[in-house]
């Protein structure tokens, strides 16, 4: 199956990833704005807050692997900040954060490099039965392909607790970050569910 590249993936990105042995995440599909691939989404006592990767943009079509990050802003350490101001009272945050904090602040040029460490990280941390490939060439659309699925979509998802749920209603499929922040490594059984 093949999945666009993802910054801090959905719950749903994950749970589909989840679904097959083998995946091939797509490197040289054509950038594609407002999507998963430079976005994500936290839970925050505000409510939802969406983080987004600010790319460096050029005038001519590029594939993702050719997508270079910004430097134009530290948005790293406001990213890491916002993470940290959400999290940091949940359960697995300690568990994790040195990883976390250890990607976002290596300042990777590209965006596919960024992801990647991402993706393995939370392969890893979940221990998931996921084997990641890389596309090698461009491959062509079909109809109902991931690539242009909507990962960002409120889609139902089993309850569990949220850092904020004590005065706020569940928020289905924010970033797995969420997951797994608060539930550890027992959010590999909603993935695997």
């Not at 084997?131 to 109809?143: C, D, G, R, W």
């Not at 990962?151 to 904020?164: A, G, M």
Request: proline share 5%; aromatic share 12%.
């Amino acid at each position: 199956m093949i999945f666009p590249t993802a910054y801090f993936p959905s719950i749903h990105y994950v749970r589909e990833l989840c679904r097959h042995k083998s995946v091939v995440i797509d490197q040289h599909e054509h950038w594609i704005k407002q999507s998963i691939r430079n976005r994500c989404e936290i839970l925050t006592a505000e409510g939802i807050h969406r983080l987004i990767v600010p790319i460096a943009h050029n005038d001519t079509k590029q594939c993702m692997a050719e997508i270079n990050i910004s430097s134009d802003n530290s948005w790293q350490i406001k990213h890491w900040r916002a993470i940290k101001s959400a999290y940091g009272k949940a359960p697995y945050f300690e568990a994790y954060h040195l990883e976390i904090e250890s990607i976002l602040l290596a300042y990777p040029k590209s965006l596919w490099e960024l992801n990647l460490q991402i993706l393995k990280f939370l392969i890893d941390a979940w221990d998931l039965p996921v084997s990641l490939k890389q596309s090698t060439a461009f491959i062509p659309y079909v109809e109902q392909d991931l690539r242009h699925k909507n990962w960002l979509s409120r889609e139902p998802l089993k309850e569990y607790q949220q850092v904020f749920s004590y005065d706020k209603p569940f928020s289905s499929n924010l970033s797995a970050l969420d997951l797994l922040l608060c539930e550890g490594p027992m959010g590999r059984l909603l993935l695997l569910d």
